[in-house]
Antibody, heavy 120, light 108 residues
Framework: EVQLVESGGGLVKPGGSLRLSCAAS????????MHWIRQAPGKGLEWVSS????????FYADSVKGRFTISRDNAKNSLYLQMNSLRAEDTAVYYC?????????????WGQGTLVSVSS | EIVLTQSPGTLSLSPGERATLSCRAS???????LAWYQQKPGQAPRLLIY???SRATGIPDRFSGSGSGTDFTLTISTLEPEDFAVYYC?????????FGQGTKLEIK
């Protein structure tokens, strides 16, 4: 069974940093792209960042470009999101997700999410 | 960036009724790359439909998807109590993925 477990969320002051992790199991992690998606309280889903299986291709939403860095460690079956210069509008539940093939596939499954709160 | 607009924002129906949810794209989306997700309170989204009309594993056949170009539809033929949730469309053909703002399906 595919499992994705996010961690690292918490309360941080504006301008601060946080590093999220996503531990993957139940599939061959190194074969598939990985993704971060966030959801602000009471709001919809927003794609944040994606990384290809071998880290050759990385994409960011404009809202986080230059502040967030996605990375992965295929030896540890782990995905990361380094978040710097955090703003109040970054407050959200952050989900990691994968896909079920190479190429363009929908996000499936998703982790349970980790809450990031940015407040003074 | 492809912008997806869902309508209506909220849909109030009763169990047993038929639900029709719309997703309109700002530019043409390949039908191979349009998905629908269901999200219940406190839960992560779950994939329902991919490639416009293919049901994900374990999804009941009362859920169906259709459409092409810029107009896509999710239909729930006969609403069950567990279907009341928020539904999102998504395009995944471009690496700058985008979601619609969601349609809340509530019990009337």
């Amino acid at each position: 069974e595919v499992q994705l477990v996010e961690s690292g969320g918490g309360l941080v002051k504006p301008g601060g940093s946080l590093r999220l992790s996503c531990a993957a199991s139940g599939f061959t992690f190194s074969r598939y792209s990985m993704h971060w998606i966030r959801q602000a309280p009471g709001k919809g889903l927003e794609w944040v960042s994606s990384i290809s299986s071998s880290s050759d291709y990385i994409f960011y939403a404009d809202s986080v470009k230059g502040r967030f860095t996605i990375s992965r460690d295929n030896a540890k079956n782990s995905l990361y999101l380094q978040m710097n210069s955090l703003r109040a509008e970054d407050t959200a539940v952050y989900y990691c997700s994968t896909v079920k093939g190479s190429g363009s596939y929908p996000f499936d499954p998703w982790g349970q999410g980790t809450l990031v709160s940015v407040s003074s | 960036e492809i912008v997806l607009t869902q309508s209506p924002g909220t849909l109030s129906l009763s169990p047993g009724e038929r639900a029709t949810l719309s997703c309109r794209a700002s530019q043409s989306v390949s039908s191979s790359y349009l998905a629908w997700y269901q999200q219940k309170p406190g839960q992560a989204p779950r994939l329902l439909i991919y490639a416009t009309s293919s049901r994900a594993t374990g999804i009941p056949d009362r859920f169906s998807g259709s459409g092409s170009g810029t107009d896509f539809t999710l239909t729930i033929s006969t609403l069950e109590p567990e279907d009341f949730a928020v539904y999102y469309c998504q395009q995944y053909g471009s690496p700058r993925y985008s979601f619609g703002q969601g349609t809340k399906l509530e019990i009337k």
